[in-house]
């Protein structure tokens, strides 16, 4: 190596020492002639100092933000008034005996320090630059970290990494697929995988017993700050568990990741039915981390003479109540802004009550008896000064959504009670009902297992068949999702049957999977966790872009490397394809 040290790692006990370093010009400033140049690399900034009778004077003068530069020298102690407490290099400085510019730098579109400040855009169209800024690279740093502390844990529980194909068919996993044209198989097409979930069940099936890795998913779906065309998660299938079983090896490995970030977790984490989550909190993916909950109060309202919960109730619907800290004091315009969330979500209308000195505040205050009133403030733990929200629906689930919404703008003005609520949320519906398509689908994935009592009740009343698929939350956050999984051929069937898939067509879709299940497939189970959505948590990062190396765009796109982009004709006669305008 060209050098003895990185540039943070010069400290008080290398003085007197001589030291050669290799980086980047972070800043340079001239002192009474005297020059005094931060030079950096991925481990920090140490300060150059060049007197006016070096040698190589010249060569500093001449240097500017960003070039790379090798430069040897002693280690000295600055001088009292100089100390930089900020820095892990604050009290020391080299002396330049020897100085080589590497390499140098054009005029840069913005400065790396503040790059973070840029508009995105540009971030990623000089991603090279911008992963030059100490947060970036700290980001990347705590990834790896991340992704090593789960690779050390899971071969510690006897877990074997295992590759699985990136080139694949095409199934139906809930997203769109990344399509991959053949040459060789002109008209057909690979898919890139959603998941490795029928390759991890295939080795389950093969006697690995405890797979892992951290595989790549594709999705061509809409994106968000969350979402990327292709994204990591950490990946695993065991055999022979139950739900109990793969919790326990999660929350070991929640602890170990959590712990290479500086953060001590408490196990075991709470449990949630999916029900229950909803009913509280109008979300499968709760922020537990403030105590804030919905309250059904359709019993209060069973004799109401207002028009609206009266048809609410008719039709066998529901009626939900929140507390509005304070939300006396709310304006008209931030009442109008949480009734446009709240049908924006799926609701018709919001009836809001303020509660001042004794008295009921509101436009349907009017329509309820003082009784109802009375109760409603009891139910939902009110005080002088607070406001009340009510929205009712037909449809439950459709009521408890909105409410679950507002739930998630209201926690935003409380304090939090801890900074990490994990919550597993299970029993799941195993299936949802599509009206245009007259079929049912897969709540979550096609290949879990419907709990083994409503079994019986899988095809004369699909909706209410619970399932063993779970999710871990963390803050609002779905971090991984997981189920046990069918390990009998017949009962696949019965449910792909239900999707509409014929057992011809499932023998085509699914036919490697189907096919292992009923060679003698042991009971299995898994979960894939999102490595990019922990990293960024424990980054403190909105959005999985800043913990990605090269991230796409909100639109799916690379400013990088301008991708996608179009091919020549060459390649489309190859893969016999030919581009349509719409």
Same mark, same amino acid.
């Given at each position: 190596?060209?050098?003895?040290?990185?540039?943070?790692?010069?400290?008080?006990?290398?003085?007197?020492?001589?030291?050669?370093?290799?980086?980047?010009?972070?800043?340079?400033?001239?002192?009474?002639?005297?020059?005094?140049?931060?030079?950096?690399?991925?481990?920090?900034?140490?300060?150059?100092?060049?007197?006016?009778?070096?040698?190589?004077?010249?060569?500093?003068?001449?240097?500017?933000?960003?070039?790379?530069?090798?430069?040897?020298?002693?280690?000295?102690?600055?001088?009292?008034?100089?100390?930089?407490?900020?820095?892990?290099?604050?009290?020391?400085?080299?002396?330049?005996?020897?100085?080589?510019?590497?390499?140098?730098?054009?005029?840069?579109?913005?400065?790396?320090?503040?790059?973070?400040?840029?508009?995105?855009?540009?971030?990623?169209?000089?991603?090279?630059?911008?992963?030059?800024?100490?947060?970036?690279?700290?980001?990347?740093?705590?990834?790896?970290?991340?992704?090593?502390?789960?690779?050390?844990?899971?071969?510690?529980?006897?877990?074997?990494?295992?590759?699985?194909?990136?080139?694949?068919?095409?199934?139906?996993?809930?997203?769109?697929?990344?399509?991959?044209?053949?040459?060789?198989?002109?008209?057909?097409?690979?898919?890139?995988?959603?998941?490795?979930?029928?390759?991890?069940?295939?080795?389950?099936?093969?006697?690995?017993?405890?797979?892992?890795?951290?595989?790549?998913?594709?999705?061509?779906?809409?994106?968000?700050?969350?979402?990327?065309?292709?994204?990591?998660?950490?990946?695993?299938?065991?055999?022979?568990?139950?739900?109990?079983?793969?919790?326990?090896?999660?929350?070991?490995?929640?602890?170990?990741?959590?712990?290479?970030?500086?953060?001590?977790?408490?196990?075991?984490?709470?449990?949630?039915?999916?029900?229950?989550?909803?009913?509280?909190?109008?979300?499968?993916?709760?922020?537990?981390?403030?105590?804030?909950?919905?309250?059904?109060?359709?019993?209060?309202?069973?004799?109401?003479?207002?028009?609206?919960?009266?048809?609410?109730?008719?039709?066998?619907?529901?009626?939900?109540?929140?507390?509005?800290?304070?939300?006396?004091?709310?304006?008209?315009?931030?009442?109008?802004?949480?009734?446009?969330? @709240? #049908?924006?979500?799926?609701?018709?209308? $919001?009836?809001? /009550? &303020?509660?001042?000195? +004794?008295?009921?505040? %509101?436009? *349907? @205050? #009017?329509?309820?008896?003082?009784?109802? $009133?009375?109760? /409603? &403030?009891?139910?939902? +733990?009110?005080?002088? %000064?607070? *406001?009340?929200?009510?929205?009712?629906?037909?449809?439950?689930?459709?009521?408890?959504?909105?409410? +679950?919404?507002?739930?998630?703008?209201?926690?935003?003005?409380?304090?939090?009670?801890?900074?990490?609520?994990?919550?597993?949320?299970?029993?799941?519906?195993?299936?949802?009902?599509?009206?245009?398509?007259?079929?049912?689908?897969?709540?979550?994935?096609?290949?879990?297992?419907?709990?083994?009592?409503?079994?019986?009740?899988?095809?004369?009343?699909?909706?209410?068949?619970?399932?063993?698929?779970?999710?871990?939350?963390?803050?609002?956050?779905?971090?991984?999702?997981?189920?046990?999984?069918?390990?009998?051929?017949?009962?696949?069937?019965?449910?792909?049957?239900?999707?509409?898939?014929?057992?011809?067509?499932?023998?085509?879709?699914?036919?490697?999977?189907?096919?292992?299940?009923?060679?003698?497939?042991?009971?299995?189970?898994?979960?894939?966790?999102?490595?990019?959505?922990?990293?960024?948590?424990?980054?403190?990062?909105?959005?999985?872009?800043?913990?990605?190396?090269?991230?796409?765009?909100?639109?799916?796109?690379?400013?990088?490397?301008?991708?996608?982009?179009?091919?020549?004709?060459?390649?489309?006669?190859?893969?016999?394809?030919?581009?349509?305008?719409?």
């Amino acid at each position: 190596m060209k050098r003895t040290n990185y540039c943070g790692d010069i400290t008080a006990e290398l003085l007197g020492t001589k030291q050669t370093l290799c980086g980047w010009v972070n800043s340079y400033r001239n002192h009474g002639g005297v020059l005094f140049i931060n030079v950096r690399d991925r481990s920090g900034v140490c300060q150059l100092v060049v007197e006016p009778n070096s040698p190589f004077f010249d060569t500093a003068y001449g240097l500017r933000n960003e070039y790379v530069i090798e430069v040897t020298g002693t280690v000295k102690r600055r001088i009292e008034g100089a100390v930089n407490p900020n820095m892990k290099t604050g009290e020391i400085e080299i002396l330049v005996e020897d100085l080589k510019v590497l390499n140098t730098c054009i005029p840069l579109p913005f400065d790396v320090e503040n790059s973070r400040g840029v508009a995105e855009e540009i971030r990623l169209k000089y991603r090279y630059l911008d992963l030059r800024n100490p947060k970036m690279f700290s980001n990347l740093l705590l990834r790896h970290r991340i992704a090593q502390a789960a690779r050390r844990y899971l071969d510690a529980q006897g877990f074997l990494e295992v590759e699985t194909p990136i080139l694949t068919r095409s199934t139906p996993e809930g997203a769109r697929d990344y399509l991959v044209p053949s040459r060789v198989h002109h008209g057909e097409f690979y898919a890139l995988p959603q998941s490795p979930q029928m390759f991890k069940q295939t080795l389950m099936a093969s006697g690995i017993d405890r797979y892992f890795q951290l595989a790549r998913c594709f999705r061509d779906e809409d994106l968000r700050a969350d979402r990327q065309p292709e994204h990591t998660q950490i990946d695993m299938e065991m055999s022979f568990v139950t739900i109990n079983d793969i919790h326990e090896i999660v929350e070991g490995l929640m602890k170990e990741i959590f712990k290479t970030a500086g953060k001590e977790l408490q196990t075991p984490f709470i449990k949630i039915p999916f029900d229950e989550a909803m009913d509280k909190y109008g979300s499968d993916k709760p922020d537990l981390r403030y105590e804030l909950q919905l309250v059904n109060v359709s019993d209060l309202f069973a004799k109401t003479g207002f028009k609206v919960f009266q048809d609410v109730l008719a039709a066998k619907g529901a009626i939900y109540a929140l507390k509005g800290e304070k939300g006396a004091a709310y304006s008209r315009g931030h009442l109008d802004k949480l009734t446009e969330l @709240a #049908k924006k979500n799926g609701a018709k209308g $919001l009836v809001w /009550l &303020k509660v001042k000195d +004794g008295k009921y505040e %509101g436009p *349907a @205050a #009017k329509f309820f008896t003082p009784e109802e $009133l009375c109760a /409603l &403030k009891q139910a939902v +733990g009110a005080q002088d %000064g607070d *406001a009340i929200l009510v929205g009712s629906d037909a449809n439950k689930r459709t009521c408890q959504s909105f409410m +679950g919404a507002l739930r998630k703008e209201l926690v935003k003005e409380l304090p939090q009670k801890t900074d990490w609520a994990f919550a597993w949320i299970t029993n799941f519906p195993l299936l949802e009902y599509i009206p245009e398509e007259d079929r049912w689908d897969a709540a979550h994935n096609p290949f879990t297992a419907a709990v083994e009592e409503d079994l019986p009740n899988l095809e004369k009343d699909p909706g209410s068949v619970r399932s063993y698929q779970f999710d871990l939350v963390l803050n609002g956050n779905e971090l991984a999702s997981g189920s046990v999984r069918n390990c009998r051929r017949d009962v696949q069937e019965r449910i792909l049957a239900l999707m509409k898939h014929s057992k011809e067509d499932a023998a085509i879709r699914f036919g490697m999977l189907l096919n292992a299940l009923e060679a003698g497939a042991p009971p299995h189970g898994g979960i894939g966790l999102g490595l990019d959505r922990i990293t960024a948590l424990l980054a403190g990062e909105e959005s999985i872009r800043e913990v990605i190396a090269f991230p796409k765009t909100a639109q799916a796109a690379c400013p990088l490397t301008e991708s996608p982009n179009k091919v020549d004709d060459k390649q489309l006669q190859e893969l016999g394809i030919e581009i349509t305008k719409e």
